[in-house]
């Protein structure tokens, strides 16, 4: 029995795919780009166990078995590894120098997210993203990053940018078949270590449309969309790479929020509409603008953005981090413990502050009653993270599967 064990990060767009040109071979409307969070914070860990004892593939996903016979999507990143594996095998026994015919074998799958499922966090990417890259490591697979991340677009879409670290770019391609619809990475994580994120999770809920039907929806109904598709998002990608480039924060920021903005626009001029943002999310946004339109130098401090569900994700500099937790903590108090609302993995407040008594703004002109304060719990945690790198092979003590028999260590 052979196992391996991978995570992979979650990525969030600040140029979003949304649509899709081709459902069965996952190929997007438009080019799309994003940054790679740290997996201190927010990853997926899978497992994979290739045995000629397994009589079939089973897959277990946060300790529950789910029937993969029904799962196309995982069957395609199946079908493609194990194909180049096929071929490296056959190669290695024509030179008379046999591997073990690791495709022939039955898999166990365990899997697990740290945060919650499909509650606009990302986790199908992470989750698809950590599964063939997994596969790819388990088959020992001679083939490009790329490359793989083209097998993970058919898992699923932004898996593919799960791929690598830093910022990515998710190129469109043309070909029908999709063989140049893949992920390249446009900066790695050490380009622009300043830039950090705060994930505020507004509902840890599965979201009412997901994001499958949500696209096709909007696709067929929404008029905005084909100027968004043929006009906005080319440009907006070359503007945006050329912002990660020069590390311009002023042009990053500013696309990001116009593209959020114009992604739920899309969804909003879908019929019938689709709302993924709530009355939290709104006041967040309202919030940042505030905090923008008073900086001491006209300056943009932070942007906002939102795939689709209500939880926001501020990027910023790593020196406006503490101003903006403290000031999202003062608009949107818990009664949580604090470790538990906001760990403060990287040590922002002072010892012994309590989140949401001090704003110790620089803002002479912030108006204090752009909002009113929330009800608590509005936002139920806080998330730190920075910009990190892609998927990680983890140790034999971290399988998810034990090494015996290939069962799951935890069932739910």
């Not at 063939?132 to 058919?154: C, G, H, K, N, P």
């Not at 906001?342 to 110790?360: I, Q, R, S, T, W």
Request: proline fraction near 5%; include cysteine.
């Amino acid at each position: 029995m052979k196992t391996v064990t991978c995570t992979a990060p979650v990525n969030i767009a600040v140029i979003k795919y949304w649509g899709k040109r081709d459902t069965e071979l996952i190929l997007p409307t438009n080019s799309s780009l994003s940054v790679t969070l740290s997996q201190d914070i927010l990853h997926s860990k899978t497992t994979i166990s290739a045995a000629k004892e397994f009589t079939k593939d089973r897959l277990w996903l946060n300790g529950t078995e789910e029937d993969i016979t029904k799962n196309k999507r995982m069957h395609n990143c199946f079908r493609e590894t194990r194909a180049i594996r096929e071929a490296m095998e056959a190669k290695a026994a024509a030179d008379g120098s046999p591997i073990e015919p690791l495709s022939t074998y039955g898999l166990h799958i365990c899997s697990e997210n740290n945060f919650p499922t499909a509650a606009g966090l990302a986790s199908s990417a992470s989750g698809l993203a950590a599964l063939v890259y997994t596969l790819s490591q388990l088959f020992e697979l001679d083939v490009s990053t790329s490359e793989i991340s083209r097998i993970a677009r058919q898992g699923s879409g932004s898996a593919c940018r799960s791929l690598f670290g830093g910022f990515v770019s998710w190129e469109m391609g043309e070909k029908e078949d999709g063989s140049d619809s893949y992920a390249v990475q446009v900066a790695p994580e050490t380009h622009w270590p300043e830039l950090e994120a705060l994930i505020c999770v507004v509902s840890d809920a599965k979201k009412g449309t997901s994001s499958t039907a949500g696209m096709q929806s909007t696709i067929k109904s929404s008029t905005l969309m084909n100027e968004r598709i043929r006009n906005v998002v080319p440009e907006r990608m070359d503007r945006m790479k050329k912002a990660i480039l020069d590390r311009d924060f002023q042009a990053f920021a500013e696309l990001t929020m116009r593209d959020s903005n114009q992604f739920h626009a899309v969804c909003l001029d879908t019929y019938p509409p689709i709302f993924y943002m709530n009355d939290t999310s709104r006041a967040i946004i309202q919030l940042i603008h505030e905090y923008n339109a008073s900086s001491p130098d006209g300056s943009l401090k932070a942007a906002y953005t939102y795939d689709a569900g209500p939880n926001a994700v501020i990027y910023a500099p790593k020196e406006n981090m503490p101003e903006i937790v403290r000031l999202i903590g003062r608009y949107f108090p818990s009664d949580k413990p604090a470790n538990d609302f906001f760990a403060d993995p990287y040590h922002l407040l002072a010892d012994g502050e309590k989140l949401g008594d001090k704003l110790d703004l620089s803002h002479e002109k912030f108006n204090e009653n752009v909002i009113p304060v929330q009800p608590v719990n509005s936002v139920s945690r806080l998330l730190h993270t920075k910009v990190h790198d892609g998927p990680r092979v983890l140790s034999e003590s971290e399988s998810l599967l034990k090494l015996e028999d290939g069962l799951p260590k935890r069932l739910a």
